[in-house]
């Protein structure tokens, strides 16, 4: 089996106390799980120094984004290329990014293209707003971001999607157990249909949107869930490794 991600998405944040005191407290509470597998994407500045103390722990480390292009004229950009030095995973598409930086899919198709090149293993980000979950559209947004997202390439065996709506993002109320446990199966199918039964096998889902400590027991024991992705709750040492402790504990 494999184990379940728990990826803390830092955003343009460190946690309060600063990040040694929040790896001391937390690498020997997630280090060496049987059925957890915890890794940190801190913003890009602070890479470099997580890269160093997370030496010989066995949490895997993350970026934010990067760019399709390997070098460049590409100024305030970061390449693959650059990162998986120091990487083995990468965020693509987040909704912030879509949102806030007019991301589109095309572009993050040739993100993940890239990501997988350079043997990063990608986690690509789908989910729909409020406005599109009120008109019933959710299904329509996330399958068609996965179809254009995932045009570029034809392996995914560490591909890992990551069902974020932006509604629940940040708000302090994730989706249901039930609405979560809908859009994976959509996921899975789209993936199945369009990409074949090997794909839909190795792809992980994993949830992002308000996981907390209360209520990781109910998503990660939800049928076919390979994880979460922590924003808020995993800049606190406390929060995050009772999320992962709490996985732990519930998988045993
Ligand atoms: P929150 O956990 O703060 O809702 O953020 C989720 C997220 O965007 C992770 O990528």
Known sequence: MDKKLVI???????PNEGIDHFLKSVIPEITDLQYVQPGIC?????????FELLDN????????????EDNGAFTGEISAQLLKTYCSLVIIGHSERRRLFHETDEEISRKIQTATQC????????????????NNLSNKIVTSQLITGLSKINNFNKLI??????WAIGSGNAATPNDIELMVKV??????????IESQNS?????????????????????N???????????????YSNIVKNIETIIT
């Open 203 to 223: 792809v992980r889902i994993i949830y992002g949107g308000s996981v907390s400590e209360n209520n990781i027991t109910k998503i990660i024991t939800l049928p």
């Open 8 to 14: 803390a998405n830092w955003k343009m944040n460190i």
């Open 161 to 166: 999607v990551a069902y974020e709506p932006l």
């Open 119 to 134: 043997n990063l293993t990608p986690i690509l980000c789908v989910g729909e707003n409020i406005t599109e979950r009120k």
């Open 42 to 50: 801190p913003p890009y500045l602070f890479i470099p120094k997580l």
């Open 57 to 68: 722990s066995s949490v895997l480390l993350g970026a934010q984004n990067l760019h399709y």
């Open 225 to 239: 869930m390979d994880g979460v992705l922590v924003g808020n709750a995993s800049l606190d040492p406390l929060q």
């Open 187 to 196: 996921i899975r199918q789209v993936i199945t249909e369009r990409f074949g």
